[in-house]
C-alpha cells in the first residue's frame, strides 16, 4: 500500500483524534481490485472509490488511511458475505476538504 504522508509531521495529521473529538472533514480515494479467491486471478479492473466517512456508516470510526483500509476489505472480504472474490486495496489518497 502506498504512504499518503511523505514525512512524519504529515503523518500525524491522520493519527485518532482524541475521544469525544468529532471526525475530521476528510474523505478518501481507495484504489481496489478484486481476485478469485480460488485461483487468485484478477476477476476486476482497479477502481477507485470515494468513501465519506461522516455518510458511510461503515466507515464512522475510521480516522486514518489504515483504518480506512481495515474497515474497506473487511466488508467486501468477510461482512459482505463469503463470495468467490477477495478484494485488496492498493492505495488510499486522502482528501482534505
Given at each position: ?9 504529515e ?6 483524534p ?9 474523505e ?11 485461483t ?6 482497479v ?6 466517512p ?6 464512522k ?16 472480504n468477510?461482512?459482505?458475505g ?5 478484494v485488496f486495496?492498493?492505495?488510499i ?5
Amino acid at each position: 500500500m502506498k504512504l499518503v504522508a511523505e514525512n512524519i509531521n504529515e503523518a500525524i495529521k491522520h493519527l485518532k483524534p482524541k475521544t469525544g473529538d468529532e471526525l475530521p472533514n476528510i474523505e478518501y480515494d481507495v484504489k481496489a481490485y478484486a481476485v478469485n479467491r480460488y485461483t487468485g486471478i484478477s476477476v476486476s479492473p482497479v477502481k477507485v472509490e470515494r468513501i465519506k466517512p461522516r455518510e458511510n456508516k461503515i466507515f464512522k470510526d475510521c480516522y486514518t488511511v489504515l483504518d480506512v483500509k481495515e474497515a474497506y476489505e473487511n466488508f467486501w472480504n468477510h461482512l459482505n458475505g463469503m463470495s468467490n472474490e477477495i478484494v485488496f486495496v492498493t492505495e488510499i489518497k486522502t482528501i482534505e476538504l
